[in-house]
């Protein structure tokens, strides 16, 4: 399978002298589904937009498609569809007007485009509310119907950029739906942004771990997850400052404990076999009257590969918005 992105050395400054992307080298195989993770800042969105020709980059080398980016732009530009964070869906048309105008823009007419919207509206599970104007629909419909447009020229490689932020769960599981389909029945390789593990986890066959615009990981989510090895076991202690202290020399002196990460008020501790642990954790702990407010268990997670990558969690904003930001305001 050959590459249908590669990146070498990639560097993007701004004026002000933030390095966004600092030095960093992958590739992408064709029909593959690709991701990059990580917090916002850690340089996802830029990396898409020197991608998909918005961003000049500062230094290294970039080819999309078979398409050199600094000399054959205008090519790239053709064969990627783009879905980016900020949904470019017009309220004042229809869902259908809308496609329509965007094949337009992708020089598409007559039966073709006709039959291209009718296809798309029925992917995304619009065609009831094909004439309605777009200002009515949901966050989640909006959402759908932008991916909808990105898809009217039927690209070959498609960009998406956090396409789930601020969805409910019911409009996350939807998109990842038509995602899944775009990918294994039509072939289409896909670049997707995200903060949100479970999505990484269950769309992405390959992937890259993005922290302060540097790749810390990559590999499939199992590899990745194969690299930590062990269980994880999650606390929260009561009394927090005063007690940190004690509670990590503890977890350190328990035989099978490998590793010991801080995050905010929690102590997460990774060992083999670590369910087996519990009960010694919590009468360590109770013969030193340190209180526990609580304490989890879990395998392996993307998100312990981060943590263990870069000592912190990724903490992705909230996953459903208030309810005037998901539905549209109806017309005065």
């Known amino acids: 399978m050959s590459d249908i992105i590669a990146v070498k050395d990639l560097v993007l400054v701004y004026s002000d002298g933030t390095k966004a992307v600092d030095n960093i080298s992958f590739n992408v195989k064709k029909g593959e589904f690709f991701g990059f993770l990580g917090p916002n800042g850690a340089g996802k969105s830029t990396t898409i937009k020197v991608l998909t020709t918005l961003l000049r980059k500062t230094s290294g080398s970039v080819c999309v498609a078979g398409y050199n980016l600094d000399s054959e732009a205008k090519e790239i530009r053709k064969v990627i569809g783009v879905q980016s964070q900020e949904t470019a869906v017009d309220g004042d048309l229809t869902g259908k007007e809308n496609l329509i105008l ?39 419909m909006k959402k759908r119907l932008d991916l909808a447009t990105a898809l009217v020229h039927r ?36 670049f997707l942004t995200t ?118 969690r990724i903490r992705p904003e909230a996953l459903v918005k208030a309810p005037s930001a998901i539905f549209g305001r109806r017309r005065r």
């Not at 007559?110 to 009515?136: C, H, Q």
């Not at 409009?171 to 739906?177: E, L, P």
């Not at 509670?247 to 099978?256: F, H, N, P, T």
């Not at 268990?297 to 312990?304: A, R």
Request: charged share 25%; with cysteine; proline share 3%.
């Open 155 to 190: 690209p070959r490689l498609l960009f998406l950029d956090e396409p789930t932020t601020g969805l409910d769960p019911q409009s996350r599981s939807a998109i990842w739906t038509y995602l899944e389909k775009l990918n294994k029945e039509e072939g289409t390789t896909i």
């Open 102 to 140: 965007q094949g337009h823009f992708q020089q598409l007419s007559g039966r073709i485009l006709k039959d291209r919207v009718a296809d798309l509206l029925k992917l995304v599970e619009l065609e009831t509310f094909a004439n309605k104007r777009v200002s009515n629909y949901s966050g989640g």
């Open 195 to 312: 903060q949100y593990m479970e999505e990484a986890d269950r769309l992405c066959r390959q992937l890259s771990i993005i922290d302060s615009g540097k790749i810390v990981a990559s590999g499939s989510p199992t590899e990745l997850k194969q690299q930590v090895g062990v269980d994880s076991i999650t606390i929260s202690i009561k009394d927090s400052s005063k007690d940190r202290t004690k509670a990590i020399d503890i977890l350190k002196s328990l035989e099978g404990v490998s590793n010991i990460h801080e995050s905010g008020e929690n102590l997460t501790a990774y060992a083999k076999k670590a369910g087996l642990l519990v009960a010694d954790i919590v009468r360590a702990f109770d013969s030193v009257d340190i209180r526990i407010s609580g304490m989890s268990f879990s395998s392996p997670t993307l998100d312990d590969v981060y943590l263990q990558k870069t000592g912190r």
